[in-house]
């Protein structure tokens, strides 16, 4: 049944590659197989119609690629053939959809005249994703807590590369690219699963199944879950091997003890809230359990976490 999921999901992929446009929901229904994926209450209009330029290109480097969030043109590029063997040209198209619908969502928001009146006076012309916003309150070395944590910066250093190996735990620690992870993680899981996690347990049962490392309190919290919680289904399920797990691992590794607890206390969920509100379930943000704008809600947890004396040792 899995298998076939894939390959039905393969299949879409490269077709709408070989078209060489699509519309956003076109390829989020190559990222879960239907749409809309089950779980989740989505408004079927709130993605933009408009189709996406899709190129294939050949680069030794990258997977694929998409116009930078703050661009008016939506492009995305695919290097398909050396994803096809691993069969995740959809991951990585999923990947760069989402990139898409982050600049939708904020720099290319539809705006009324007035509105965007306001916008070209009080921004400077770009208006950075969510996500980004979002873990730039935890990243800022100012606010501190948002550093690298020493062991971090030891192997950095061991490995004689150190500005190579800060770029790219700095470019992997960005809001756009650990939402747009959390995505294909998602898709990898959502077969097995059957569902989208849509509260924090599920949302965190899930991440556990799927492989990723959880701090201490979240593991504590999986296992004290109430009997009827409907997150046991997801740790119940066969184990996830998402080729993205790892570098999320690597981004929670990196930070010291306090930024990983608002990492995967406020921060993670509040990417995960953003990625279901985007698709168009609405209530994301609260099922989430948000109770205002998720940026302020992430804004008074990293300060009080961070700024709070600390009272037990810190193991980084
Ligand atoms: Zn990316």
Known sequence: MVVEVIEKRECMANQ??????????????ASFGDWPPKGLDINPDALKKEPVKLIVFVNAKLNGQATSTTKEEREIS???????????????????????????????KERSFLQKLAYN??????????????MEELTTEKKTGGGLCSEFQKVMKKTGDYWGEYKHIQYLRSGIEVQARIHQ???EGYPRWGKVPATQ???????????????????????NLPANSS???????????????????????????????????????????????????????QKMGFDTKIQADVAKTVKTTLTAKQTTPSLS
């Open 201 to 223: 347990d599920e949302f965190y049962a899930a991440m556990k199944n799927a492989g990723l490392n959880l701090p201490p309190e979240i593991e504590k919290r999986l296992e």
């Open 121 to 134: 006076m009080f921004t400077d012309g770009e208006q950075q994703p969510l996500s980004n916003r979002v």
């Open 185 to 187: 993680i998602i898709i």
């Open 231 to 285: 997150a046991h289904s997801f740790l119940k399920c066969e184990k996830g091997q998402c080729h993205k797990v790892s570098e999320i691992n690597e981004v929670t590794a990196s930070f010291p003890e306090k930024g990983k607890q608002v990492l995967w206390n406020k921060v993670m969920p509040a990417l995960y809230a953003d990625l279901i509100t985007m698709y168009g379930d609405k209530q994301g943000g």
């Open 78 to 108: 695919i290097n398909q053939n050396s994803l096809i063997k691993q069969k995740i040209v959809h991951s990585t198209l999923g990947h760069e959809a989402i990139h898409i619908m982050q600049g939708d969502t904020a720099h290319r």
């Open 16 to 29: 709408l590659l070989m078209r060489g446009h699509a519309t956003v929901q076109e390829m989020l229904t």
